[in-house]
């Protein structure tokens, strides 16, 4: 794969652990000055620890409050320069059926999904804009695709999430920005881990491949979609997910 931007600022949001945190890695290791951010100091310790030796570091990001937006990509401009590669990664599942849904945990989830997908992005389009140059990635999920009981709030984020890059790629297409999602199915994470266990099971029968995808599943397709072998490719949504929605 020849690519001419392997030393380009990228940032990825929840990298703790999970996608976020195999995305970073596998960024970091094709070449991207990395940074991934926490909601905790000792989160971003941790993500220093494992983005240092590629040259990356952490940070504390709460993609819930618009200075703490603002404050960590100046830090990050300061210290490394415009970031022109964007992962909007972090988010969070608040379940229950609808009746009993409150409008605390529909906030919640639509502010950490889908709000902090447009802040961030206005946050880097200026200086992507004056590069001529930008990468944005959204992980979405299959649920945007086929709905899902117990997720009326986390599903509408995701589905969000997939109008709001296409509305976007064409806006900045003639500035060379590409804007994508990934779609990811059932992953191995702490996310999924909390479900109970037949839940799981009956869900891994509706999956063609016969499991549940990796973290490492989802960072492949993200790492493709901002290289230059991608480069023509804006405005869609790659889904991994072992065939459970075609
Ligand atoms: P996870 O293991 O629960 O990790 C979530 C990450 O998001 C953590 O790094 C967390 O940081 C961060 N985060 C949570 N709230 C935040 C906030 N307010 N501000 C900043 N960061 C915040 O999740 P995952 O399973 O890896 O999922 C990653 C993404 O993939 C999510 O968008 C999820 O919706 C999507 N997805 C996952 C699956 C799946 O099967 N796992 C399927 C489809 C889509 P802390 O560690 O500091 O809390």
Redesign the pocket.
């Known amino acids: 794969m020849t690519e001419t931007n392997d030393k380009k600022v990228a940032l990825v ?9 195999a995305i970073a890695i596998s960024l970091a290791k094709a070449g991207y000055i990395v940074v991934g ?4 100091e000792a ?1 971003a310790k941790s993500i220093s620890e494992f983005l240092l030796p590629y040259g990356g570091y952490g940070l504390v ?4 409050q618009k200075e703490s937006i603002e404050s960590t990509i100046n830090e990050i401009v300061k210290r490394s320069g415009d970031i022109l590669v964007l992962i909007n ?5 608040k379940d229950g059926l609808f009746l009993r849904m409150s409008e605390a945990d529909w906030d919640a989830v639509m502010d ?2 889908m709000k ?1 997908v447009f802040l961030l992005s206005k946050a880097v389009i200026r200086n992507m804009t004056k590069a001529r140059y930008g990468r944005i990635v959204n ?5 945007g695709f086929t709905g899902n009981p117990g997720q009326v709030n ?1 599903s509408s984020s ?1 589905a969000a999430m997939v109008a709001f890059s296409k509305s976007l790629a064409r806006e900045l297409g003639s500035r060379n920005i590409t804007v994508n999602c990934v ?10 881990d909390a479900l109970p266990e037949q839940v799981k099971q009956d869900f891994i029968k509706t999956i063609p491949l016969n499991r549940f ?1 990796s ?1 490492e599943d ?1 960072a492949a397709s993200v790492k493709f979609l901002i290289s230059d072998d991608a480069s023509y490719i804006t405005g869609t949504t790659i889904h991994v997910n072992g065939g459970s929605y075609m």
Not at 37 to 40: F, I, P, R, Y
Not at 183 to 192: E, L, Q, R, V
């Open positions: 949001t929840g990298a703790t652990r999970g996608i976020g945190k951010t926490a909601t905790s989160g990001l709460n993609v819930m990664n972090a988010g969070i599942t950490t999904n902090a992980i979405s999920s299959v649920v986390y995701k779609a990811p199915g059932f992953i191995h994470t702490d996310m999924t995808g973290a989802i």
